[in-house]
C-alpha cells in the first residue's frame, strides 16, 4: 500500500503497489507541495478525485479548505454563480448576497471535475481567473484576489474537444501545466487483491459485521474480470459479496454475479471505419503506416506518453510498442 501523506485518513490513499500506481504516487509526492495546476485524466472510476484530494493533501494546502465543484452538475447560469459567487439582485432569484467556491476554497484547493464539459462562456472566465489570479462576483464591480490551487479532471479527451472547436486551446494548455493520467483498473491487475482487502474491512466495518474473506477461486475471479467500470464497479461488487455472503465468513465465486464482460480493445464489425479507394489505387503500405501510427499517437496521448500504459491500452507489449515508434520514426525520416 502506498501512501500519500503518512498518518492520513486510508480514505486519502491510492492503493496499489503496480508500476501504474508507483508513478501516479511519485508525481502526486512532486506536485502536491507547488502551485501548478493539475490535470488528471482517465476512465470513470479510475479514482481521479481520490487522487486530487492526495494532490491537495500532499503539500501545505492540506492545511486549508478543500473544495469540489462538478461541472455537469448545474445548469451554465448557476453554475457562474456557484464558483464565483454573487451579490443580492444579480440575477432572478437572488435574494441574498453567497460566496462562491473560489472564495471558499481561499488558501486550499478547488477541484474541478468533468472540466470538459464546462460552456465556453464560463471556459473564458475560468481562463482569466487562472491567469490573472482574481474574479468579481455576479453584480458586483470589486475585484477579488484568489490564493487558489485549481485541481481539474476529465474522462473526455480534451485535445479532441479543443480540435472540434468545444474547448478552448488556451484554456486546455493553462490546466495542462502537470498531467496526471490515471490508469485504469485493466491496467494495474496485480493491485486487484490489495483493493480487495481495502474493500473488504472498509464495507465490512460500515456494515458492522465481522472481517470477511475471500475465498481464492472468488479473488481469481476478481483479478480476471476486465471491471470496465474500474475501481469504483470493483467496490460495488465487494459490498454486493459482502451482502449475498449472508452469514458466511469466507465471499465465494457465487457471491459475485458481474456482468459480462465487455473487453476494451475490441471492435464490432459496424464500427470499423471504412478507408476508401481511391479510383487511381493508394500505397498500401504507407496507408497502413498512417493508420499505425494514427493509433500509437492516440494511445500515448490519453495516457499522457506512458509507454507501457499506452501498449496496455493496444494489447501490445511495452518493446513492441516501442519498436513499431522507432520504425514509424524512421520510415518517416527517408
Given amino acids: 500500500m ?6 492520513r485518513d486510508r480514505e486519502r490513499l491510492l492503493i496499489g503497489e503496480s508500476w501504474e500506481m508507483r508513478q501516479v504516487c511519485r508525481m502526486i509526492e512532486l506536485v502536491g507541495p507547488r502551485r501548478a495546476t493539475v490535470l488528471i485524466t482517465g476512465e470513470s472510476g479510475t479514482g481521479k478525485e481520490i487522487a486530487a484530494r492526495a494532490i491537495h493533501s500532499a503539500g501545505p494546502r492540506g492545511r486549508g479548505p ?20 454573487h451579490l443580492r439582485g444579480a440575477f432572478t432569484g437572488a435574494m441574498q448576497n453567497r460566496v462562491g467556491r473560489f472564495e471558499q476554497a481561499q488558501g486550499g484547493t478547488l477541484f474541478l471535475d468533468e472540466i470538459g464539459d464546462l460552456a465556453m462562456e464560463l471556459q473564458a472566465k475560468l481562463l482569466r481567473v487562472l491567469q490573472e489570479r482574481e474574479f468579481q462576483r455576479l453584480g458586483s464591480s470589486e475585484t477579488i484576489k484568489t490564493d487558489v490551487r485549481v485541481v481539474t479532471a476529465t474522462n473526455c479527451d480534451l485535445m479532441a474537444r479543443v480540435e472540434q472547436g468545444l474547448f478552448r486551446e488556451d484554456l486546455y494548455y493553462r490546466l495542462n501545466v502537470v498531467p ?12 486487484i487483491p490489495m483493493l480487495v482487502e481495502h474493500f473488504l474491512a472498509k464495507i465490512c466495518g460500515m456494515e458492522e459485521v465481522p472481517l470477511k474473506s475471500i475465498a481464492p477461486a472468488a479473488l481469481g475471479r476478481l483479478c480476471e474480470y476486465s471491471w470496465p467500470g ?7 461488487a465487494i459490498e454486493a459479496g459482502v451482502a449475498l455472503s449472508g452469514d458466511r465468513d469466507m465471499l465465494e465465486a457465487s457471491d459475485f454475479p458481474l456482468p459480462q464482460s465487455i473487453k476494451a480493445n475490441s471492435i464490432s464489425a459496424a464500427e470499423i471505419p471504412t478507408i476508401p479507394v481511391p479510383d487511381g489505387g493508394l500505397d498500401y503500405e504507407h496507408t497502413l503506416a498512417v493508420i499505425e501510427r494514427s493509433l500509437l499517437a492516440q494511445a500515448l496521448q490519453k495516457t ?3 509507454k507501457k500504459a499506452a501498449a496496455d491500452m493496444l494489447n501490445l507489449k511495452r518493446t513492441t510498442l516501442s519498436a513499431k515508434i522507432r520504425t514509424l520514426e524512421a520510415a518517416a525520416l527517408n
Fill in 2 to 7: 502506498t501512501p500519500i501523506v503518512q498518518g
Fill in 304 to 306: 499522457g506518453g506512458n
Fill in 180 to 191: 496526471i493520467p490515471m490508469p485504469a483498473l485493466r491496467q494495474r491487475r496485480s493491485d
Fill in 66 to 85: 478543500w473544495v469540489a465543484v462538478n461541472c455537469t452538475a448545474l445548469p451554465e447560469n448557476l453554475l457562474e454563480a456557484e464558483l464565483f459567487g
Fill in 230 to 236: 474500474n475501481v469504483r464497479q470493483l467496490e460495488n
